[in-house]
Every structure is written in structure tokens, then in C-alpha cells.
């Protein structure tokens, strides 16, 4: 079965680093990939994605020029590198995929892993 497993969250001070990892298992056909997080409220804020084939990526403008999205298909891994983070980066961070092209365009995400913690003070 599918299955997306975050890792990589902590806490740091504003200015600090952190790279998330999401391992995927169960879902070789992937189309897109993204990170999304939620602070504490109902909205989740995409953050990044990007495309399995083409690795084109788009980002949120809170935080481009500041993260960045990678795909390492050969270890059915997405990384998402945090730099300058700020306190309002503090929320569950959540990897997700989807393997329909036309989901991906809407970034209808059909698979989520659990969340990893990101705290920035």
C-alpha cells in the first residue's frame, strides 16, 4: 500500500535550517509531489511542488527564494530545504502525491503522509 513518511522537523531559532525528507513506498507512478503545511487554524498552505518527470517547481511566495523542493526518484524521496526560517514557517508540514496529471495541475493531492512538526521562534 501507499505510504509518504515525513521526517526531518524540529525546533530552531529564526534564521536557522532544517531539511525535511518525505520517503515514499507503494506509488511508483507518481505524478507530483508536494509540501504543504498548517499552523494552528483550519487553512493548509501548499508550499511547494513539484513534477516527478519534468522536477519543474512552484512555490508559495511567503516562500520562494527561501526553500526549495527536490526529488530524488531513484530513493523514492522529496526533500524540502528551509533556509532563513521565519516564525511564521511554524506549523505540521505534510508531503503529498498524486499520479493524475490533471489532479496535479488543480494540486488535488490524492496521498498525504502524517506530518512532521516545525517550530520556529
Known amino acids: 500500500h501507499v505510504q509518504l513518511v515525513e521526517s526531518g522537523g524540529g525546533s530552531v531559532e529564526a534564521g536557522g535550517s532544517l531539511t525535511l525528507s518525505c520517503a515514499v513506498s507503494g506509488y511508483d507512478n507518481r505524478h507530483c509531489m508536494g509540501w504543504f503545511r498548517q499552523a494552528p487554524g483550519p487553512e493548509r498552505e501548499r508550499v511547494a511542488r513539484i513534477y516527478t518527470g519534468s522536477l519543474g517547481a512552484a512555490y508559495a511566495a511567503s516562500v520562494k527564494g527561501r526553500f526549495t523542493i527536490s526529488l530524488d526518484n531513484a530513493k523514492n524521496t522529496l526533500y524540502l530545504q528551509m533556509n532563513n526560517l521565519k516564525p511564521e514557517d511554524t506549523g505540521m508540514y505534510y508531503c503529498?502525491?498524486?499520479?493524475?496529471?490533471?489532479?496535479?495541475?488543480?494540486?488535488?493531492?490524492?496521498?498525504w503522509g502524517q506530518g512532521t512538526q516545525v517550530a520556529v521562534s
Open positions: 503529498a502525491a498524486e499520479s493524475s496529471p490533471l489532479r496535479c495541475t488543480r494540486e488535488d493531492f490524492g496521498y
